[in-house]
């Protein structure tokens, strides 16, 4: 039986192993409580995305293991489970990149996230009117092919699509990459009220702070592998650390980027 007082996800101390050679993660722990927005801070390589795929069960795709440590999906263990019985139990990733199909129109691609429901075709429907209702930028161009329609549209695609399996539990990699701060600000605006309105909770997997952290309640972050700062979203964003190596500001002000990267070899959380 599931202990109605954990979290709904809980990774502890995995380690991960690409090609049975390289370790990528070290000793991850982190929680998502039911309802939460969690973001996963890091940069380019940290080892954010590969996370999210031990949780979303994608590694072996890519020959990687989770070595050690286990996760835990509303009190259950996940290794026995497959990436699709965990997509019926309401996990779903969004991947970076968005990965719409370019050759179906933008409802056709939200008609694919809904391919493992049983729950009927009038259900299905109503569901795409909820995205619409979210996204009515997608309405306008449901009849557009997705490999067409501007990035932003794309990221709102592949989040309608998760939308469309029912998910308790959203894990979003990278939603801000490559899009416009305006739209950036509309799709975090959309997460928030997907949180609220609907139940869902997210982690995100980000490289922009400053907007991670102004919509999420919890932060971790992540550095060659491992978890070396956690905490509330709004302590972090007033951590002196955070504001240096992350939102590119100290107690001096605004800092170049050449020297927070100096500065970096000093960090106080890896003295």
Known sequence: MADATAPLLAVNNIEVIYDHIILVLKGVSLTVPEGGIVTLLGANGAGKTTTLKAISKLLQSER??????????????????????????????????????????????LMTGGHTRTDGRRAVAADIDLVYSYFP??????????????????????????????????LLDEPSMGLAPQLVEEIFEIVKRLNQNEGVSFLLAEQNANIALRYSNYGYIMENGRIVLDGQASALRQNEDVKEFYLGLSSAGRKSYRDVKHYRRRKRWLS
């Open 64 to 109: 990687g293991d989770v070595t050690k440590g286990t996760i835990e999906y509303r009190g259950e263990r996940t290794n026995a489970l497959s990436a699709t019985e965990l997509v019926k139990r309401g996990v779903i990733q969004v991947m970076e990149g968005r990965h719409c199909f370019a050759h179906l129109t933008v409802e056709e691609n």
């Open 137 to 170: 930028r997608l309405k306008e161009r449901r009849l557009a092919q997705a490999g067409y329609v501007s990035g932003g549209e794309q990221q709102m695609t592949a989040i309608g699509r998760a939308l469309m399996a029912k998910p308790n539990l959203i």
